[in-house]
């Protein structure tokens, strides 16, 4: 009767933590693998402890250039997907206008397409545009596929606003602009920047568009992938780990940050 | 006449409406409208949920366009200004606070917009006035709907508008707090000597607050005037019955002596100061004679030789009563109508007077008031559905010796 009554206080707990555990996993052995000195050139086999690939990540070469670009063109193209794709989102919720119900549905599209058809159409449309393969057209790609997840995330942020938030700031003599500036966006924030995140994180580790569309220059998910035909250098695992690692005290800042916030009043 | 006609007007009025309407699509939400409000005036816009009064006030602090007409501010036509150059601040009916910034500057909000940089001193203060001193540091959402409405409130009132315009800020509240934000709003205004256009359809909250009452019936005003004056003198059955009970009785006019209109109802002799009435009748017309319940005395048919001579009496049957602490509340049948309200207050109670007693209604003829009689005669009662739309007081052919009292609760104050 005992373990029974126990397990039923605590399967709640338990799948809980069976989840947690199926997450991080991974992340897990990536960490593991990041100390690991392999014997041969694949880093699969536990050999024995080492920190050399923490002490030299850009030991191996073309790797730290293939990430510095891949960090670069994730910047660039959240910032211009969430500019671009906040407007939108502002056309879309607040205006009516010809041809609006079409652009509520096309914006779905890349969202909704396999990426391979759309890796592959519009590497024929720059082949056939004659546009030279390379930082640029990653970028115009990733900027439109990263436009759908802006889009949605803020219409759905500016669709949820109280219309009259904005009458009381112009009541209170705050003009258009300012009523902008300082009630409409500010609103918007939390849907803006959901947005970016996922521009950011889409466009990072992208592999498959990208690879229709790069011509000979190499993202970081391009080098990882072709060096792991011929053997993963430790390296990839620290950058890996070092990702999670940002990502997570990314989340942990913003959280305390919401938490003070409350507390403070 | 050298002065332009703009500058004679400005003298006074704080608000001057003139023709203003608004029409959505083929519906009219509010008709051709004037509306002159005094300066310093604490106005009350009271009407049932739809008839316009929104949109009344959206159109005075520029959120509305207007359909026709002008909007006056202090003889300046603002018609065209845009709301965040209208010296006019509006306290929303679900208040529309700014969630992301705390109290403090929620209402400093308008003071900084007009490039105010020293806000502290006026920002304490206004919170101090509205009680709020304590809780500047908060956000809307851990405020409680009282609190709330105050911000809503000093949020306004710190910029000194000329006009606050205040859309049923007290609609959300218990009736406790509600009774105290009232007290609360009548004290400010007092203190800052604003012009306060303040919408609501709570009657009594009406006439408790206002210097200045215009009742609007789907998107007219019916009447204008002091509490006191529209409760004694309504000028339609609409006023008659929103703006607390009214007993309406159709009768005939039988004759006109001396200023005074002599009338009968079933049988039953009636008269009326023609003063009173509101529709020019000669012998033959027909007319609602109205009586609010508390001017009616109750006596057994037994008494009825110890009623005084020249008063007006009324036969009936008494079909319910209910206690309600300081008055008796009864409903009596009889041929001139049916369920006539009187409210008797208890101080000496006639055991008598129970659910089937014969009784005499008897009144002060200069109590009653005239009807034209063309109206509706439930118009404005609780059973009366929505105002339709565009109509306002529609002609209704009611029975012959039909009499109606309905209402808000019981208008005792008079
Ligand atoms: N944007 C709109 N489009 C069409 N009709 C509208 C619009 N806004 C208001 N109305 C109509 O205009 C009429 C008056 O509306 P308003 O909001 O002024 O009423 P109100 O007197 O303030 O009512 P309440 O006491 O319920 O707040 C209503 O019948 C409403 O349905
Ligand atoms: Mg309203």
């Keep these: ?265 | 006449m050298t002065t332009p006609s703009t500058t004679s007007e400005a003298t006074g009025d704080a608000v001057r409406l003139t023709g203003i309407s608004k029409t959505y699509g083929s519906f009219t939400a509010v008709h051709p409208l004037d509306l002159t409000v005094p300066a310093g005036s604490f106005f009350a816009l009271l009407g049932a949920s739809g008839c316009g009064k929104t949109t009344t006030l959206r159109m005075i602090a520029g959120l509305e366009d207007p359909s026709g007409g002008s909007v006056r501010l202090g003889g300046r036509d603002v018609t065209a200004l845009p709301p965040y150059k209208r010296p006019v601040n509006t306290v929303f009916q679900n208040y529309a606070l700014f969630p992301h910034l705390d109290i403090y500057e929620n209402v400093a909000f308008g003071l900084r917009r007009r490039g105010i940089k020293s806000v502290k001193q006026q920002v304490g203060e206004m919170l101090d006035l509205v009680q709020l001193g304590p809780l500047a540091r908060r956000r809307p959402h851990q405020l409680s709907g009282g609190q709330q409405q105050r911000v809503a409130v000093a949020r306004a009132l710190i910029n000194k508008p000329q006009v606050l315009l205040l859309d049923e800020p007290l609609g959300a509240l218990d009736l406790k707090l509600r009774r105290q934000m009232q007290l609360e709003l009548k004290r400010i205004q007092t203190e800052v000597g604003i012009t306060f256009i303040h919408v609501t359809h709570d009657q009594e909250e009406a006439m408790t607050m206002a210097d200045t009452v215009a009742v609007m019936n789907a998107g007219r005003v019916e009447q204008m005037g002091a509490p006191a004056d529209l409760y004694e003198n309504p000028a339609s059955t609409f006023v008659a019955n929103f703006l607390g009970t009214s007993n309406l009785i159709e009768a005939e006019v039988t004759g006109v002596l001396g200023g005074t209109l002599h009338l009968v109802s079933a049988g039953q002799k009636l008269t009326l100061p023609a003063a009173r009435s509101r529709a020019d009748v000669t012998a033959g017309d027909r007319v609602l004679a109205g009586v609010r319940p508390e001017k009616i005395t109750l006596a057994h048919r037994d008494d009825e030789d110890a009623i005084p001579a020249g008063r007006n009496r009324v036969q009936g049957r008494i079909v319910d009563s209910s206690f309600i602490g300081v008055s008796t509340q009864y409903l009596v049948d009889s041929p001139v109508g049916a369920e006539l309200e009187v409210f008797v207050p208890n101080v000496e109670r006639d055991a008598r007077l129970v659910p089937g007693a014969p009784v005499i209604l008897h009144w002060n003829p200069e109590h009653t008031f005239g009807l034209d009689a063309a109206q509706d005669i439930d118009a404005g009662t609780e059973s009366d559905d929505e105002p339709a739309p565009g109509g306002g007081g529609a002609p209704a052919a009611a029975g012959a010796a039909s009499a109606v009292p309905a209402g808000g609760a019981g208008g005792a104050a008079a």
């Design chain 1, 1 to 265: 009767m005992r373990p029974i009554r126990w397990l039923r206080k605590n399967l709640v707990v338990i799948a809980g933590v069976l989840a947690l555990a199926y997450l991080i996993l991974p992340n897990v052995v990536v960490l593991v693998f990041s100390f690991n000195k392999p014997k041969g050139r694949f880093n699969y086999t536990w050999d024995h402890f080492s920190t050399d690939a923490w002490q030299h990540p850009c030991g191996v070469a073309d790797m730290c250039g293939s990430l510095t670009l891949s960090l670069k063109i994730a910047v660039y193209a959240t910032i211009g997907a969430t500019i671009l794709g906040t407007l939108t989102a502002f056309a879309l919720a607040r205006y009516r206008f010809r041809g609006r119900a079409a652009t509520n549905m096309l914006i779905f599209l890349p969202m909704a397409m396999p990426e391979v058809v759309m890796g592959a159409s519009l590497g024929t449309l720059f082949l056939n545009m004659r546009i030279q393969f390379g930082f640029w057209t990653i970028l115009i790609a990733h900027i439109m596929f990263c436009l759908s997840f802006v889009v949605t995330a803020v219409k759905a942020r500016v669709m949820s606003m109280d219309p009259r938030l904005e009458q009381a700031a112009q009541d209170l003599y705050a003009t258009p602009l300012q009523t902008f500036l300082r009630i409409t966006l500010p609103l918007a924030a939390p849907g803006i920047a959901a947005g970016a995140l996922l521009s950011f994180a889409l466009s990072f580790d992208d592999y498959i568009i990208t690879s229709f569309n790069a011509g000979n220059t190499v993202t970081f998910p391009m080098f990882v992938w072709g060096s792991a035909q011929r053997g993963t250098p430790v390296q990839v695992n620290v950058i890996g780990t070092a990702m999670f690692a940002i990502a997570v005290v990314l989340v942990l800042a913003g959280q305390l940050a919401g938490s003070r916030r409350k507390a403070k009043a």
